[in-house]
Structures are given as C-alpha cells and as structure tokens.
C-alpha cells in the first residue's frame, strides 16, 4: 500500500520499570485488536500508547505508575522515531526524540537524543512542533495565542474508555469550544493555513494602519493649530527662496564692505530705520494691549456666561420640583382652614381648588412643560456660546505670548539703536546682520519643517502600500473562505454518507440506525445525532462513538486532503453493556470497512470480547490479558 501524508504508523512500544520492561509489543500496519478479560490492563497498554505521542490527562491505573517511561517507535510518513516520555502524574511532561528505529535508539547515547518541552519558547520548539515538521503539517493556532499540540490532535484520534458519553472528543477539563472547532476543521482539512496565515498578516496590518494613520492625524492636528500646510514641494520652493535672498544680502553686505560708500536712498532709509522701529514697537505694543483686553472681555463673557448657565439649571430643577410638590399636595385634603382654622365645608365640585374654589385645570402642566423647554432651549443655546467664547479666548492665550516675544525683540533693537551711535555704512552693516541672522533662523526652521513634510510623505506612502496589501489580501481571504466553505461541505456529507452506510450495519436494535438518513456531528458541541436525534441506550452510544471515529478515517482515505494522520485507537469496544453478537458485529465490521482502503493505514482497538474469527489472525498482538497476568509485568519491590 502506499501512505499519504499524514500518515503515523505505531511499530513498538516499551514500557519500562528502571531498567526492566515491564511491556514490550510490536504493532503493524493495518489493524491491531489487543485483547484480554476486564481489570486486565488494556486500557492501560491504549493509555501508554496515546500518553507516548503526548496525550495528557491520562487516568493512571496505580500499577501504572509503577513504571518509570514509555518508549514507542513511530513512522511518521515512512520514517522511523523513537520517543521516550517519563511516566508522571504531573501534566505536561517533555518528550525526547531519537531520529531513528527502537534498536538504535537503545544503543544510542543521551547526546544522540533531544530533548523537546510540552510548550514552545523562543529558544526551544516544542515536541509537538517537532512531529507536526516530521508529518509535514502546518502549525495551526487554537484557542488564545497557543499552537494546536499533539495532545489536542489525540483527543479525537484516541476514542479511550473513559469518554463513552463524548462521541468525538476525549473528555477534556479544559476544553473549549473554540479549540474542539479548530481541532475539528484541522484533522478534517478545512484548516487552511495559507487563510490562516492571511487572517493573521491583516491582523498585523490593521494594527500597523491604525498606527500610521494615528501618527499622521497627530500631525496634522498641530499643524492645523500652528497654520501650516504639509507640503514638501511649496517648502523646497521656500528653502530656495530664503537661499536667494541670503546670497543677494552677502553680496549686498559686502559690496557696501568694499566700497564704503551709499546712495543716497539708502542713506535715507537709514534714517528713517529710527523712526520706523519705534512706530513698529508702538504697534506691537498697541497689538498686545488689544489682544490683553480682549481676553479680559472674554473671561468675564465666560464667566457671566457659566454663572448664567447654573441660574437656568436651577430654575429647571425648581420647576421639576415644583411639578412633583403640586402633584403632592393636589391630593391633600383640609378639614380646617390654615388661615383661621374654621372649619372646611366639603364642596361637590371636584374641579375647584378646596381653600379659594378656583377652577382647577391642567393648564399649570401645560405651563409647566413650556417652561421647561424654554429653559432647556436657553441652556442649550447658553452653552454653544460659551464654548465658542471659550475657543476663542484659548486662541487669545496662543497669540498673547507671541506678541509680547515681538516686543521684546523691538525693544532689544531700539534700544541697541538709541544707545550708540552709527554712521551710516556702520548702521546698513549691522542691519544687514541682523537681516542675514533672521534669514539663517528661517532657513533652519524651513529645514526642520522639510524633515517634518518628509516623515509625512513617508508615513503616507507606507499608509498607501499597508492599505493597498490589506485589500488584497482581503480578497485573498474571501476566496479562501469560500473554498474552504466548499471543503467543509465535501468533508461533511462524505462523512455523512459513510456513516449512514455503517450505521446500517449495525445489528437492527435501534430505530434510529436502521433508518438512517441524516447525520450531523458537530465537533465545536462535539455531538453526533442521526435523525436529529442525540440520545440513544448505553451500548448504541458506543456503537455510534466508534463508528463515527471509522467513518472519519474511511473518509481521511477518500479525500487526500484531510489530516487525519490515517491512525485510530478506539478503546471501548464492549462498554456499555453491549451484548457479545453486537460487539462481534462491531469488530467485524471494522475490519470489513478497513479491509476497503488501498492506503496505509493503522487501526489499534482494545476488546474483551474479541470475534472468533479474529483469535488466531495476524490482526491479534501480543497476548492475552488476565487479572492474574495483567499487561504490565511489574516487578514488585523493583528498584
């Protein structure tokens, strides 16, 4: 026969106490039927099989745990590994890997072994990872950030006894059902990692986008308050600009250097440089007197505002109040007047007031409610005004310290004027310093806004490509979807189909079997119900949980693509009080549905009623088992 790929094929298994082998069975391709009375250790020899490969939450018999390892030879897809894992009651025991058959692995030595953990780190895989390479599987995410693990996979590829009432999965305290959908479409090859991989990559790439996107509305958001405009091509224009006017004001300066001399209109502009700097310090000063002024108005406007505002507030709770007293006291009845304690004569007509006889209506609801939205108007209304007052008066905040900077830097050069003494030549020289220091300052500023214009283009370029792969992969992903849709369907009613087919085989007992025509099993609730039915008698439930497990291989043989590693260990075969005729019906039919496959396959199943027919087969391995030559060969007092 030939293999697909997944394929685990089981050759040895040794179970050790120290240096005795207290077990040790050769397993072959095809079906394997361990069997033997109950309390015999059959379940035990399944348990070490499964706990081998990295099942946890084993049961453990007290014999058990009197041996110390298990050591099982694998194929996975053809070649030959050898693990060894310590027999413990604490979960999540390592295993170590031999690269090879059982007998080399013996006479290796421990540098020739690795050592892998139950759980992933950044310096070591786990031994999961490590079979999952060696069957060529793809790592798939569960539930939460963690890898799928061999244990997982063993949940549904090992039917133990314990698990009759869970008709896929092996009972699991911490399950959920989250891990059981994933595990399910996994095994079934519905899992697509090139989707997976994809659903991951737009994660990423969301996560990115945001950033970028929160970077750039950041800056934009300063630039909007400081007046500037991102644009890198208007800045280099400006740069250039300033270049000019620097190189023509050298020139200038040292022209007027070397010929020591002026025309008569810049000598005249000297002149004037005086009057113009005092004119221009008066301006400032009248500019920030006004700005001042104006904040003074604003914050008193703010202030009478808010004080206005809590004035509205409590005149609409008053009438609240008001609404609810009149309620009150509508309903009090006096006997006595409150003015001169006379007494009250009761008054037939209901709708007058008791005490003045004045008509009573519900106009003072009416009025009541058209107060209060007026009141809720004005308030409204009183409070749009106050945060455009107070937009402004921040606006005020903002320019009142620029302004006072520009004075202090007109006083710095009036004074410098007042307090010396120039010539003519001397005063355009120290102008133009000034000039070219101011035009050194821009230049600088205009650089750093180019870097800043620069760290924006670049921001929205790696926007644009972030935004231009998310929507392809997108598409991807929808695709991917839908054909993985169309495989879910193909594995379900190819499912559906075999199992229908087995059912029927069964010994005509229930109904529900005999007339089969719909199957649905659900891995995320892990339920099997045919007919739209779930419950069944005790040996039927059986019988359904070790078909459904066939049907899952039969069908991993028909479609190639699935992952069911083309391995089954059903345990159970008898439970439920099964009748020996139905459980001989069961083996055979096992064995009659496997002799079908044209692939390579292994099927191990533990029975104490095993078919007559099979006692003397090749199927049979190892011997039989009794309560007084159990499967394990402890020795007792063994050290």
Not at 1 to 21: A, C, D, E, S
Not at 96 to 116: C, H, N
Not at 324 to 349: A, H
Request: proline content about 3%; overall charge negative.
């Amino acid at each position: 026969m030939t293999f697909l790929k997944p394929t685990i094929k089981i050759t040895r298994l040794i179970v050790l106490q120290g240096g005795h082998r207290a077990f040790d069975c050769a397993f072959h391709s095809g079906i394997n039927i361990i069997r033997g009375r109950n309390t015999s250790g059959k379940t035990t020899i399944m348990d070490m099989l499964a706990y081998s490969m990295g099942a946890e939450n084993i049961r453990w018999k007290p014999h058990a745990l009197e041996c110390s390892s298990v050591m099982v030879e694998l194929h996975l897809n053809g070649e030959p590994v050898t693990l060894l894992r310590e027999v413990s009651i604490e979960p999540q025991r390592p295993i170590s890997i031999f690269w090879g058959t059982v007998e080399d692995a013996v006479k290796a030595g421990p540098d020739l072994w690795e050592r892998y953990p139950f759980k992933r780190s950044e310096l070591k895989i786990s031994f999961s990872q490590a079979i999952f390479a060696a069957l060529d599987l793809p790592q798939a995410q569960g539930h939460g950030a963690a890898n799928l693990t061999m244990h997982q996979l063993l949940r549904v590829l090992y039917a133990d006894q314990p698990s009759v009432h869970s008709p896929i999965f092996r009972m699991d305290n911490f399950d959920s059902a989250l891990t059981r959908d994933t595990v399910g479409g996994y095994l079934c090859g519905v899992y697509n990692d090139q989707l997976y991989t994809a659903q991951l990559r737009i994660r990423e790439i969301n996560k990115s986008l945001d950033k970028k996107v929160a970077e750039l509305r950041g800056i934009f958001k300063v630039l909007g308050q400081s007046g500037q405009t991102p644009d890198i091509e208007a800045s280099q224009n400006g740069i250039s600009e300033l270049e000019s006017k620097r190189e023509a004001l050298i020139e200038y300066i040292n022209k007027v250097k070397t010929d020591r001399s002026l025309t008569k209109k810049e000598s005249k502009d000297i002149s004037k440089l005086s009057d113009g700097l005092r004119t221009r310090l008066n301006s400032a000063k009248r500019y920030e007197t006004t700005l001042k002024d104006a904040l003074v108005a604003l914050d008193l406007e703010v202030a009478d505002s808010r004080v206005f505002i809590r004035e509205l507030e409590s005149r609409l709770d008053s009438l609240d109040e008001s609404k609810v007293t009149r309620q009150y006291l509508g309903t009090i009845s006096f006997q006595f007047c409150p003015g001169c304690l006379s007494e009250i004569k009761p008054d037939m007509n209901d709708h007058s007031c008791q005490l003045c006889k004045s008509k009573i209506d519900d106009a003072g609801d009416s009025q009541l409610l058209r107060m209060r939205n007026e009141l809720s108007i004005q308030i409204k209304e009183s409070k749009l005004l106050l945060e455009l007052r107070e937009e402004e008066a921040a606006q005020l905040r903002k320019n009142i310290p620029l302004a006072t900077q520009e004075i202090r830097k007109l006083e710095k050069e009036y004074k410098l004027s007042a307090m010396t003494w120039s010539s003519d030549i001397e005063a355009v020289l120290e102008k133009g310093g000034r000039d070219l220091g101011v035009l050194d300052q821009e230049i600088q500023q205009a650089y750093e806004k180019q870097k800043l214009f620069a760290v924006i283009q670049e921001l929205q370029q790696q926007r644009d490509i972030l935004a231009s792969e998310l929507a392809k992969l997108e598409n991807d992903v929808e695709s991917l979807e839908a054909a993985q849709a169309s495989r879910k369907i193909e594995v379900s009613k190819t499912i559906e189909k075999h199992m229908i087919r087995l059912l029927k085989e069964d010994l005509p007992l229930q109904p529900e079997f005999i007339n089969a025509n719909k199957v649905r099993y659900d891995f995320e609730e892990n339920s099997v119900y045919v007919n739209d039915s779930g419950n069944f008698s005790e040996s039927s439930t059986v019988v359904l949980r070790h078909i459904f497990h066939l049907a899952l291989l039969t069908t991993s043989i028909e479609l190639e693509f699935m992952r069911v590693p083309r391995f089954m260990m059903l345990d159970g075969i008898d439970d439920g009080g099964m009748e020996q005729n139905r459980s001989h019906n069961l083996q055979s039919l096992i064995v009659r549905e496997c002799s079908k496959y044209t692939k390579d396959y292994q099927v191990i199943f533990a029975t104490s009623e095993i078919h007559p027919d099979f006692e003397s087969s090749g199927m049979v391995v190892s011997r039989f088992f009794n309560p007084q030559n159990r499967s394990l060969e402890i020795k007792q007092n063994f050290k």
